[in-house]
């Protein structure tokens, strides 16, 4: 284990070096710190909440509405607003996982102009390791659906560099369904569990 290489106070603070991490309490307020790498990775403050300030997590939605979508194959989903992306691990609607891990991932997803023509309607998370589709079978509707909105909630497994992304696969009828992208109906969002 490591010991104890150094400490130091100053302004109400003590500062307590383990081996090349920092822990840092503030006596005024009571805090506690943990560093590594120069970086606050942990914070509890005076009444016990725990912050972690590069535990990964993101949400993000769509910019726009994506219309008539292609049938016949998966369909990237595109998701070009960031409302948040701590450490930094979503870029072009791909979430890349930074360590191995269990991963809560989410999304809901507002689709307009279904086709009851079409066969079936899957979408879902993809990721490195595996697929977690939802199905709809849009001929049980009587009529073209104006709004419908789904949801995919996933524990996934997930080893550093594996991705995951959003698709939707129509099969059979016309390119019509369209995604809704504004005031947040539709979104992908994630975080690291365990």
Same mark, same amino acid.
């Given at each position: 284990?490591?010991?104890?290489?150094?400490?130091?106070?100053?302004?109400?603070?003590?500062?307590?070096?383990?081996?090349?991490?920092?822990?840092?309490?503030?006596?005024?307020?009571?805090?506690?710190?943990?560093?590594?790498?120069?970086?606050?990775?942990?914070?509890?403050?005076?009444?016990?909440?725990?912050?972690?300030?590069?535990?990964? *997590?993101?949400?993000?939605?769509?910019?726009?509405? /994506?219309?008539? +979508? %292609?049938?016949?194959? #998966?369909?990237?989903? @595109?998701?070009?607003?960031?409302?948040?992306?701590?450490?930094?691990?979503?870029?072009?609607?791909?979430?890349?996982?930074?360590?191995?891990?269990?991963?809560?991932?989410?999304?809901?997803?507002?689709?307009?102009?279904?086709?009851?023509?079409?066969?079936?309607?899957?979408?879902?998370?993809?990721?490195?390791?595996?697929?977690?589709?939802?199905?709809?079978?849009?001929?049980?509707?009587? *009529?073209?659906?104006?709004?419908?909105?789904?949801? /995919?909630?996933? +524990? %996934?497994?997930?080893? #550093?560099?594996?991705? @995951?992304?959003?698709?939707?696969?129509?099969?059979?009828?016309?390119?019509?369904?369209?995604?809704?992208?504004?005031?947040?109906?539709?979104?992908?969002?994630?975080?690291?569990?365990?």
């Amino acid at each position: 284990t490591d010991s104890t290489s150094g400490s130091g106070t100053g302004n109400g603070f003590e500062i307590i070096q383990i081996g090349v991490n920092n822990y840092m309490i503030n006596r005024e307020t009571g805090f506690i710190s943990l560093y590594t790498s120069n970086a606050e990775a942990l914070k509890i403050d005076s009444a016990g909440h725990v912050t972690k300030p590069k535990q990964p *997590a993101f949400y993000a939605e769509t910019a726009s509405t /994506q219309s008539n +979508l %292609a049938t016949g194959s #998966a369909q990237t989903l @595109a998701f070009g607003v960031e409302i948040f992306d701590q450490n930094a691990d979503f870029a072009s609607n791909t979430f890349t996982a930074p360590v191995s891990g269990r991963y809560f991932l989410h999304t809901t997803l507002r689709f307009e102009a279904i086709d009851t023509a079409a066969t079936y309607i899957l979408w879902g998370i993809v990721t490195s390791n595996r697929q977690f589709y939802s199905i709809l079978d849009p001929q049980r509707f009587s *009529a073209d659906v104006n709004y419908y909105s789904v949801q /995919q909630t996933v +524990l %996934a497994d997930m080893d #550093a560099s594996d991705t @995951a992304h959003v698709v939707y696969l129509q099969s059979g009828g016309t390119a019509q369904t369209d995604l809704q992208g504004a005031d947040g109906y539709s979104y992908f969002c994630g975080h690291l569990v365990a």
